[in-house]
């Protein structure tokens, strides 16, 4: 029931951490996991390694994309689901969740502080704890970027991490740790992931958390 914050004042562009709410969104929505999708070259856009070129022309299940968005972080795969379900459903279920943010303008565009993203990773928890649905919990503790938050816990941890260059950086990871009394833990910063010293701040962030978590579960 305790919390510990600081500058939640402050925004960032949220990068792929937006694709985990945005898959929460579509399992609340109870939409077909087995819809198909197609890529044709119309819909390309850049992709993170997993959907490219080659794969224009092929269709895909909605569960599959959402395993490539989250585990691989691929901006096709979540272009392909931002296409076919919009952004008016996501905006107005960040909206029944009682939040003001993340909203999404476009594909492209929209920003969030800690206490939002936090509160989002907080639903997804709650949402697999309460249907006994952990599709989404599990893709999020088996992603391929393990250098922030999971590098400094022994814990398991269900994950998101974003990077954006250029104007607007941000480099981010909201997690849920599953200690003996799991919690959230959100961290938003402006570090340059391709700087070799970027995650050190996850790193001590989540190793101090652990032990003040620790001490107050005792």
Same mark, same amino acid.
């Given at each position: 029931?305790?919390?510990?914050s600081?500058?939640?004042?402050e925004?960032?562009s949220?990068a792929?951490?937006?694709?985990?709410?945005?898959?929460?969104?579509?399992?609340?929505?109870?939409?077909?996991?087995n819809?198909?999708?197609q890529?044709?070259?119309?819909?390309?856009?850049?992709?993170?390694?997993?959907?490219?070129?080659?794969?224009?022309?092929?269709?895909?299940?909605? @569960?599959?994309?959402?395993? #490539? $968005?989250?585990r691989?972080? =691929?901006?096709?795969?979540?272009? !392909? &689901?931002?296409? +076919?379900?919009?952004?008016?459903?996501?905006?107005?279920?960040?909206?029944?969740?009682?939040l003001?943010e993340?909203?999404?303008?476009?594909?492209?565009?929209?920003?969030?502080?800690?206490e939002?993203?936090?509160?989002?990773? @907080?639903?997804?928890?709650r #949402? $697999?704890e309460?249907?006994? =649905?952990?599709?989404?919990?599990? !893709? &999020?503790?088996? +992603?391929?970027?393990?250098a922030q938050?999971?590098?400094?816990?022994?814990?398991?941890?269900?994950?998101?991490?974003?990077?954006?260059?250029g104007?607007?950086?941000g480099?981010?990871?909201?997690?849920i740790?599953?200690?003996?009394?799991?919690y959230?833990?959100?961290?938003?910063t402006?570090? =340059?992931?391709?700087d070799?010293?970027?995650s050190?701040?996850?790193?001590?962030?989540?190793?101090?958390?652990?032990?003040?978590?620790t001490?107050?579960?005792?």
């Amino acid at each position: 029931g305790y919390y510990y914050s600081r500058n939640t004042e402050e925004r960032y562009s949220s990068a792929s951490v937006i694709k985990a709410f945005y898959c929460q969104y579509l399992l609340a929505e109870k939409v077909d996991l087995n819809h198909k999708i197609q890529l044709t070259e119309a819909k390309k856009t850049s992709s993170s390694g997993r959907l490219t070129k080659d794969a224009v022309g092929k269709w895909f299940t909605v @569960k599959d994309l959402m395993k #490539y $968005a989250i585990r691989n972080s =691929d901006n096709m795969a979540y272009y !392909l &689901l931002f296409e +076919t379900y919009g952004k008016d459903g996501f905006n107005n279920y960040i909206k029944s969740l009682g939040l003001k943010e993340p909203r999404l303008y476009s594909i492209e565009y929209t920003t969030l502080g800690t206490e939002s993203a936090a509160l989002c990773m @907080k639903e997804i928890y709650r #949402y $697999a704890e309460n249907t006994g =649905d952990d599709f989404l919990a599990e !893709l &999020l503790k088996n +992603t391929t970027h393990n250098a922030q938050i999971a590098a400094g816990t022994e814990a398991e941890v269900a994950h998101k991490y974003g990077f954006q260059d250029g104007k607007n950086i941000g480099y981010h990871d909201v997690a849920i740790v599953y200690t003996e009394e799991p919690y959230i833990l959100a961290i938003c910063t402006r570090e =340059d992931l391709y700087d070799k010293n970027s995650s050190e701040v996850f790193v001590k962030i989540a190793s101090i958390t652990e032990l003040l978590h620790t001490y107050l579960h005792q």
